[in-house]
Structures are given as C-alpha cells and as structure tokens.
C-alpha cells in the first residue's frame, strides 16, 4: 500500500463538554512509500468542508477596534535570546530551521487575529464585526462559559509510536526518533477537533509506512540510525501506522496521521517535508531529531487546517504568542478561552517539561522541550486550572504522575510558569 494513503473513515461527532500541545528533545525523497496529503475523512465531508472552511480575507481597511473592554493580545513581543549553553546540553536550541521556514503574516491580519475577531462558526472560519464582544458566543450572543473542556474520548488515547518494538504489519523496529514526536503529537490532536467540525483534515483515517526523510533534508541516513522494515528491493519502507492500533498494548488513536505529520507534510513554503527537524543546517542529520519547534507546528497547523488550500493557508487561523510577551499569563487565559470556550478547538503550548505535573521526578525532573494540547479550561476554579493532553505515553516518560490515556489538570499560573522556563518557547493559537 502507498504510504500514508488515507482509507475511508466517519467523521467523529463534533467535540463538546460543559465544564471542565515540542516528548520532545529539540532541535531525498521519500522512498516509494510517500505520499500525498491526507484527504478529509470521506468524500462527502471533503467536498462540504472545502466549500465552506476557508478563511475569509481579512479587509485591511475594516475598523479594527472590538468591543470596549477587550484587551488585544500581544502578538507582537520581541524576541528573547536562545537558551543558555548548559539548557543546550541538556536539550540542543533548534529556533533555526532555514529548510521550513515561517510564513509571514500580514499586519492586518494579526491586528484582527489579536482583537479575537477571527472565530470558527458552524465549521467556517469568519471575522467578527468591528463592534462584536469575542467573549461571547457569536451565535447566541451569550458570554462564554467560565469552564470549559472539550471531549477527550478520542484524544486522550493520541500516544506517540515507541522507541522499539513492531508496527502494525509486525515489523520489528529500533528508532530513537520516536521518543521525540511531541510537536507532532499535539498538532494531531489540535487537528482532531478540526477534522470534527470542519470534516478535514483525515486525522482518524489516516494510514501507511512512514519513513523520516533525510534525503529529502539533504543530508545522509544517519549511522548508526533507525532500524526500520525493508521493501523486496532492498530500500527501507519505514514503520506502519493507521487510524487506531494496539501494538502498545492499549489502543492507541492516530499515529498513521501523526507520523505523516512527522515525516509528510509539507506546507508549499518548506523546501522538505515533515514538521520535525532531522538535520542540521550544515545538513548533518540528526539521530535522534530535536523534535519541532513552535514555528513548524504553528505552520503544519494552519497548512493542514486550511485542507491544504494554496492561497488562504498562511492566515487559515494559527499565530503565536511567545514567552517575551509581558502579559502572557493574561493572553494565553483569553486565547484558550477563545479558542476552546468559543472556537472548539485547543492551544498548543510549546514549554518546558520541568514544570509538568506529570513530568515532576523530584531534583531528577529534566527541562526538556515539549509540546501539549490544551483541551480546556476552568477560569472560576481556585486556582484557575487549565486541562492539558500530553502525547507522550508511560513509554517514553515513566514518571509516577504519568499514565497512557491520561488527561492532566494543571494551575493556570504553573502552565505560564512552564512556557517562560528554560526551554520554554511560547504559544500557537
């Protein structure tokens, strides 16, 4: 089978709930196993989708101001240096990635973006009128609910592939890459919910060999490298992955779609394909990878999003927040709000594994790049608390605080805490 060919899949119901995100270590074409993009989860949802998700065009002139008491988050913070070296031995800083490069966003567009006007409405994204309140439903008109988690049934059981052990076809593998597919992971499950309300992009379907692309990062399989299956020829075929798998034993959701996302996609702005990092920029490869650094997950987000569409993708809906921003504690309440009491879909919070709950080992916890989901929020709780899933399973993080399948809750203070740590980077919303 081609790899990563998406098979028919329904789309899951459209996530809800009343109350209640780079493991990452950071920093050739494929062989005949690559594939194309993956395809909306049926045809029918494809074409609705395609016909009514698109970003409408921001109108540069539109009166900007929203309503009177809004406070527009701040996108435009300088950035902070790089982590210090003993951070770097620790975890290497990958902020360069000159093979995938951000696409720039207009002014325009960030101006509306952080006055909250850009809303996701009956699966199409919309700009709110200058004079609308985005704390409130713009449907309804009523205020935005105070707590809020959106349905985890599925996602919480987003674990990433192991180190070792066999794929699907019983293929026997060793592949240290694996334990660094964080970013990945996230974005699977931010696109989940995408998939739910907008009918793309094929997360649940998604299946096929998956193979890190080296040659096409212009550099040498490494050596020693992964152990992976061979094709009859000789030529390496990867690991294969679908829409739902028990090889770890539980059954564990999209990692077909996460190692696409990995190892595939390829906004039309990057030169390479797959949003981790497996080479350096002297294209020295890197085993394992660094992992994906907040820049390619806000890119793969809105490529993906946006059902692969060449003209709006860049502003289909993500931009960042990064941890120079000096109101930062007060953005990210309001841009999880939006997005998940509002919008339905989560914030991908690019932070420091230090000060995880589920990471915490005593003086032995590491400061790691990482990347989770944050799924929901309760802005009334005492202290306000964020819910967050975290991709990487018991697997590559045994820590007593972490188990497979588990949605974790985390004070809203120690969540902005973790994004300005060391090897914090910022937010994707």
């Given at each position: 089978?081609?790899?990563?060919?998406?098979?028919?899949?329904?789309?899951?119901?459209?996530?809800?709930?009343?109350?209640?995100?780079?493991?990452?270590?950071?920093?050739?074409?494929?062989?005949?196993?690559?594939?194309?993009?993956?395809?909306?989860?049926?045809?029918?949802?494809?074409?609705?989708?395609?016909?009514?998700?698109?970003?409408?065009?921001?109108?540069?002139?539109?009166?900007?101001?929203?309503?009177?008491?809004?406070?527009?988050?701040?996108?435009?913070?300088?950035?902070?240096?790089?982590?210090?070296?003993?951070?770097?031995?620790?975890?290497?800083?990958?902020?360069?990635?000159?093979?995938?490069?951000?696409?720039?966003?207009?002014?325009?567009?960030?101006?509306?973006?952080?006055?909250?006007?850009?809303?996701?409405?009956?699966?199409?994204?919309?700009?709110?009128?200058g004079g609308a309140n985005?704390?409130?439903?713009?449907?309804?008109?009523?205020?935005?609910?105070?707590?809020?988690?959106?349905?985890?049934?599925?996602?919480?059981?987003?674990?990433?592939?192991?180190?070792?052990?066999?794929?699907?076809?019983?293929?026997?593998?060793?592949?240290?890459?694996?334990?660094?597919?964080?970013?990945?992971?996230?974005?699977?499950?931010?696109?989940?919910?995408?998939?739910?309300?907008?009918?793309?992009?094929n997360v649940t379907g998604?299946?096929?060999?998956?193979?890190?692309?080296?040659?096409?990062?212009?550099?040498?399989?490494?050596?020693?490298?992964?152990?992976?299956?061979?094709?009859?020829?000789?030529?390496?075929?990867?690991?294969?992955?679908?829409?739902?798998?028990?090889?770890?034993?539980?059954?564990?959701?999209?990692?077909?779609?996460?190692?696409?996302?990995?190892?595939?996609?390829?906004?039309?702005?990057?030169?390479?394909?797959?949003?981790?990092?497996?080479?350096?920029?002297?294209?020295?490869?890197?085993?394992?990878?660094?992992?994906?650094?907040?820049?390619?997950?806000?890119?793969?987000?809105?490529?993906?999003?946006?059902?692969?569409?060449?003209?709006?993708?860049?502003?289909a809906w993500y931009t960042?927040?990064?941890?120079?921003?000096?109101?930062?504690?007060?953005?990210?309440?309001?841009?999880?709000?939006?997005?998940?009491?509002?919008?339905?879909?989560?914030?991908?919070?690019?932070?420091?594994?230090?000060?995880?709950?589920?990471?915490?080992?005593?003086?032995?916890?590491?400061?790691?790049?990482?990347?989770?989901?944050?799924?929901?929020?309760?802005?009334?709780?005492?202290?306000?608390?964020?819910?967050?899933?975290?991709?990487?399973?018991?697997?590559?993080?045994?820590?007593?605080?972490?188990?497979?399948?588990?949605?974790?809750?985390?004070?809203?203070?120690?969540?902005?805490?973790?994004?300005?740590?060391?090897?914090?980077?910022?937010?994707?919303?």
């Amino acid at each position: 089978m081609v790899a990563g060919s998406p098979r028919a899949s329904s789309v899951p119901t459209a996530p809800g709930g009343a109350h209640i995100a780079v493991g990452e270590s950071s920093d050739a074409s494929p062989t005949a196993s690559a594939t194309s993009a993956p395809a909306a989860a049926s045809a029918s949802a494809g074409a609705s989708a395609a016909a009514t998700a698109s970003a409408t065009p921001i109108d540069s002139t539109a009166a900007l101001p929203t309503g009177p008491t809004f406070q527009p988050l701040d996108l435009f913070a300088t950035p902070s240096p790089p982590p210090a070296r003993g951070a770097q031995r620790t975890d290497p800083a990958f902020a360069a990635d000159p093979r995938r490069p951000m696409p720039v966003q207009s002014p325009e567009w960030l101006q509306v973006k952080a006055a909250g006007r850009v809303a996701l409405v009956h699966g199409k994204v919309q700009v709110l009128d200058g004079g609308a309140n985005p704390l409130s439903s713009p449907t309804t008109g009523d205020a935005l609910p105070a707590a809020r988690t959106l349905d985890t049934i599925w996602t919480r059981w987003v674990v990433e592939p192991p180190g070792y052990g066999t794929d699907e076809m019983g293929n026997r593998f060793s592949n240290l890459n694996y334990w660094n597919m964080c970013s990945a992971g996230a974005t699977t499950v931010a696109l989940y919910y995408w998939q739910a309300l907008t009918g793309h992009p094929n997360v649940t379907g998604t299946e096929g060999y998956f193979l890190e692309p080296y040659a096409a990062e212009a550099t040498a399989w490494p050596t020693p490298g992964p152990t992976v299956a061979l094709a009859a020829d000789g030529s390496r075929l990867g690991t294969y992955w679908s829409g739902s798998d028990t090889v770890s034993g539980f059954t564990a959701n999209g990692r077909g779609f996460l190692m696409y996302l990995a190892t595939q996609t390829q906004p039309p702005a990057w030169q390479t394909t797959g949003m981790v990092v497996y080479a350096r920029a002297d294209g020295t490869p890197l085993y394992p990878t660094r992992g994906g650094p907040r820049p390619n997950i806000m890119t793969a987000l809105n490529w993906e999003a946006s059902n692969n569409d060449p003209q709006n993708w860049i502003e289909a809906w993500y931009t960042s927040v990064i941890r120079p921003d000096p109101t930062l504690a007060r953005d990210l309440t309001v841009a999880v709000t939006l997005d998940v009491g509002r919008d339905g879909v989560p914030v991908i919070a690019a932070l420091d594994t230090f000060d995880l709950p589920n990471w915490q080992n005593g003086s032995a916890t590491p400061h790691i790049r990482h990347a989770v989901a944050i799924v929901g929020y309760d802005n009334a709780a005492n202290p306000p608390t964020f819910t967050y899933i975290d991709t990487c399973g018991r697997a590559c993080n045994n820590r007593g605080g972490n188990t497979n399948g588990q949605v974790h809750v985390i004070a809203q203070s120690q969540m902005v805490k973790a994004i300005r740590d060391t090897v914090g980077s910022g937010f994707v919303w």
